[in-house]
């Protein structure tokens, strides 16, 4: 029998409802559901890191030459900081749990293709997404092809692919679509506020076109910690990445729209261009729709046979069951563990129905 790992995921915050640290806080739970021992480490901690207490999993701030210490004060027997492996986002938490750990293997997902920022002095600086070149990580990976080639041709950086996952035992809801037309949109961004001119699209289609209620949460908008709520209460989810699978997953049209342009909505005709850029829009190459051309693509694309498609590409696709399989394998890999267990085989990859050859068996 192969023992359960001793894990340590990093990230730059464990404060905030956005990208990485919901994916931190899903990867985490669904490894410790598979039996593993994991802990987690941020600078910052808040929401996610409580969630995470109340499901089993500390959280820690500090590393002291004493190793991790917790966030809490009150610890009172020791603890044994040593740990198989460490998964790891952005650049400098890497680099810091390299030097704490120097020989444990390191692997390390880069989110996007942002890997620079102005510095505010004319000059520029690393991106948290920026790969960490000098930590020894031992197996980068990529949340999409658009960052794995990336990584490929600027850093001679070989990554595998592994998609934006979810936990869709608990993303579920009970209220199914409105029939025939969109009754509410959900528009859910964090780049974007009411002024934006791709915000003032979505209200003129919905409010002016489809005579539908327009919910908008975000950092500029309304924040919730439980989004089931208003995707359920929706039939069209706008946004991009996370935010918009989330959508899709609970069988709503999901639309990629944002700072980047009108990637268009989902549908088995542009998957595989939207999946890309990880669901990010840049497929559109900062071009926006009109509203004629997407209220067009709504209604083409409005009806149970995409929204159920929608939901079943997320199933095969974005499952994080899969997807935590995946980097168990890896890490046993690096370990000299390389056996693959039937259950740890991740999923095929997605093929659209017209590309499956079926054969007498």
């Not at 394998?329 to 690096?334: E, G, N, V």
């Amino acid at each position: 029998m192969i023992e359960p790992l001793r894990i340590l995921l990093g990230n730059n915050t464990l404060a905030n409802l956005a990208g990485s640290e919901t994916w931190t806080r899903t990867l985490a739970i669904q490894l410790k559901k598979m039996g593993h021992k994991v802990e987690c480490f941020s600078p910052e901690l808040g929401i996610i890191s409580d969630q995470l207490d109340k499901e089993g999993i500390p959280s820690f701030k500090t590393i002291t030459g004493s190793g991790i210490q917790p966030f809490s004060f009150l610890l009172e027997a020791p603890h044994d900081f040593t740990y198989d492996v460490i998964i790891s986002n952005h650049h400098h938490i890497v680099d810091y749990l390299r030097s704490c750990f120097p020989k444990t293997p390191i692997i390390s997902t880069i989110h996007g293709i942002m890997h620079t920022m102005d510095d505010g002095k004319g000059g520029h600086i690393m991106a948290p997404e920026h790969p960490a070149l000098e930590a020894g990580v031992n197996q980068f990976v990529g949340v999409s092809e658009e960052v794995q080639d990336m990584l490929k041709k600027l850093y001679s950086i070989y990554a595998m692919v592994v998609r934006n996952f979810f936990d869709l035992e608990k993303l579920k809801v009970k209220r199914r679509p409105s029939p025939g037309r969109p009754q509410t949109f959900l528009i859910n961004t964090s780049y974007a506020d009411t002024t934006d001119p791709e915000i003032k699209l979505i209200r003129e289609i919905a409010k002016d076109h489809y005579k539908a209620k327009l919910i908008a949460i975000g950092q500029n908008f309304n924040l919730t910690p439980d989004i089931l709520k208003p995707i359920e209460e929706a039939d069209v989810v706008v946004g991009m990445g996370r935010s918009v699978l989330e959508g899709v997953a609970c069988g709503r049209l999901g639309i990629v729209h944002g700072r980047w342009g009108t990637g268009g909505v989902i549908h088995e005709g542009n998957i595989d261009e939207l999946r890309a850029c990880n669901f990010s829009g840049r497929n559109a190459r900062m071009k926006y729709h009109t509203k004629e051309q997407l209220i067009a693509e709504i209604d083409a694309h409005y009806n149970p046979r995409n929204l159920a498609w929608g939901e079943d590409y997320i199933k095969q696709n974005h499952n994080v069951v899969f997807a935590a399989e995946s980097y168990i394998q890896m890490a046993r890999t690096l370990l000299g563990q390389d056996i693959v267990r039937p259950e740890e085989v991740p999923l095929k990859p997605y093929r659209r129905q017209r590309d499956v050859k079926h054969t007498n068996s």
